[in-house]
């Protein structure tokens, strides 16, 4: 075995690391072999890293329950330490459904998810955590009862678990695909199908780190339905159905597979020239309005602890409705 490491004061630490043959004789799991190689991290860590696809090789598929061959370069990134403590902080949720076990909020464009470099307060957990004191420890340290993501520019319906045993189940429950997920948004132009299914690897961009990117190598499957809503002259209303749940899943799989970037989306966007057939007032605000119009509308499931099914949905913001208005 052999480690290498870079960093820059305030970046993401990199690290490197080669399997030999005598790793592979010694150890037969990769997070095994991770968590001895790196003492720095606990299992729990090096599977988070691996989740948020931070744990990677450019020449093999890494899978957590087996060691690689030997001669694999394994790259880690690590982000910079955040603060041990969160604290709960007042900030306003729209709480769509509540019991002693989970609880269901409609999270607002804007409002990081759990604390990270970069966003060390005013996230959704130091929310949750004032209004739910005793959440600490509910599947894990630095992300309390959170079960799933939304990215900071998506809004929508989300689940959070409010103890340890409701957190596994629906850990589960999102594992296997047991979930009904709906999404829509706006894209420029239109699509050819007015239905399909989109199906992709997807994995960090090569060239670009804050970036995903579609049928990259060693990529993982990534597969969402969508229907069209409506056609309007510049703008499609998409209704998409995620069937797995990968990082901007949804916003590379509009921007690179059907090749229609979904509106204002910063990241993989076209930028804002088409607006100027817009009315003018809306252009103005599409131009100032700083996140992607994607909204998670619809969330079903089996609920782990009352095996009651569940089903929550919301509105998209005024922006977003204001949008499908003026066409």
Same mark, same amino acid.
């Given at each position: 075995?052999?480690? $290498?490491?870079?960093?820059? @004061?305030?970046?993401?630490?990199?690290? $490197?690391?080669?399997?030999?043959?005598?790793? /592979?004789?010694?150890?037969?799991?990769?997070?095994?072999?991770?968590?001895?190689?790196?003492?720095?991290?606990?299992?729990?860590?090096?599977?988070?890293?691996?989740?948020?696809?931070?744990?990677?090789?450019?020449?093999?598929?890494?899978?957590?329950?087996?060691?690689?061959?030997?001669?694999?370069?394994?790259?880690?990134?690590?982000?910079?330490?955040?603060?041990? $403590?969160?604290?709960?902080?007042?900030?306003p949720l729209e709480i769509l459904f509540e019991d002693p076990?989970?609880?269901?909020?409609?999270?607002? #464009?804007?409002?990081?998810?759990?604390? @990270?470099?970069?966003?060390?307060?005013?996230?959704?957990?130091?929310?949750? !955590? *004032?209004?739910?004191?005793?959440?600490?420890?509910?599947?894990?340290?630095?992300?309390?009862?959170?079960?799933?993501?939304?990215?900071?520019?998506?809004?929508?319906?989300?689940?959070?678990?409010?103890?340890?045993?409701?957190? $596994?189940?629906?850990?589960?429950?999102?594992?296997?695909?047991?979930?009904?997920?709906?999404?829509?948004?706006?894209?420029?132009? #239109?699509?050819?199908?007015?239905?399909?299914?989109?199906?992709?690897? !997807?994995?960090?961009?090569?060239?670009?780190?804050?970036?995903? @990117?579609?049928?990259?190598?060693?990529?993982? /499957?990534?597969?969402?339905? *969508?229907?069209?809503?409506?056609?309007?002259?510049?703008?499609?209303?998409?209704? !998409?159905?995620?069937?797995?749940?990968?990082?901007?899943?949804?916003?590379?799989?509009? @921007?690179?597979?059907?090749?229609?970037?979904?509106?204002?989306?910063?990241?993989?966007?076209?930028?804002?020239?088409? !607006?100027?057939?817009?009315?003018?007032?809306?252009?103005?605000?599409?131009?100032?309005?700083? *996140?992607?119009?994607?909204?998670?509308?619809?969330?079903?499931?089996?609920?782990?602890?009352?095996?009651?099914?569940?089903?929550?949905?919301?509105?998209?913001?005024?922006?977003?409705?204001?949008?499908?208005?003026l066409q």
């Amino acid at each position: 075995m052999t480690v $290498e490491n870079s960093a820059d @004061a305030d970046t993401d630490v990199e690290l $490197e690391i080669t399997v030999s043959e005598s790793d /592979r004789s010694e150890w037969k799991r990769l997070d095994q072999f991770l968590t001895k190689s790196l003492t720095q991290f606990s299992r729990s860590t090096i599977k988070r890293l691996f989740d948020d696809e931070q744990i990677s090789s450019e020449t093999v598929s890494l899978s957590l329950n087996k060691m690689p061959p030997a001669g694999t370069i394994i790259s880690i990134e690590v982000p910079p330490p955040i603060p041990t $403590e969160i604290q709960p902080e007042n900030i306003p949720l729209e709480i769509l459904f509540e019991d002693p076990h989970l609880i269901i909020i409609n999270k607002p #464009a804007g409002l990081v998810v759990h604390p @990270a470099p970069g966003h060390y307060n005013g996230t959704l957990v130091n929310a949750i !955590l *004032y209004h739910c004191p005793d959440l600490k420890g509910v599947g894990g340290e630095k992300r309390p009862g959170i079960v799933h993501r939304l990215d900071m520019g998506t809004s929508g319906v989300m689940v959070v678990a409010k103890d340890q045993k409701t957190h $596994e189940g629906l850990v589960g429950l999102f594992s296997t695909h047991d979930i009904d997920r709906k999404y829509e948004t706006i894209i420029w132009g #239109a699509p050819k199908s007015l239905s399909g299914t989109i199906q992709s690897t !997807l994995g960090r961009h090569p060239t670009n780190r804050f970036k995903m @990117a579609a049928n990259v190598k060693l990529g993982k /499957r990534a597969v969402t339905h *969508y229907k069209v809503i409506k056609q309007f002259e510049l703008v499609t209303h998409l209704e !998409l159905r995620l069937e797995t749940g990968r990082t901007h899943q949804i916003r590379v799989h509009c @921007a690179q597979i059907l090749q229609h970037a979904i509106l204002c989306d910063p990241l993989y966007g076209n930028g804002d020239s088409g !607006l100027k057939k817009f009315d003018e007032k809306l252009a103005q605000k599409l131009k100032e309005y700083p *996140y992607q119009l994607l909204h998670a509308k619809e969330l079903g499931f089996v609920h782990p602890i009352t095996g009651e099914k569940l089903f929550f949905s919301a509105p998209p913001p005024a922006i977003f409705l204001e949008t499908l208005a003026l066409q």
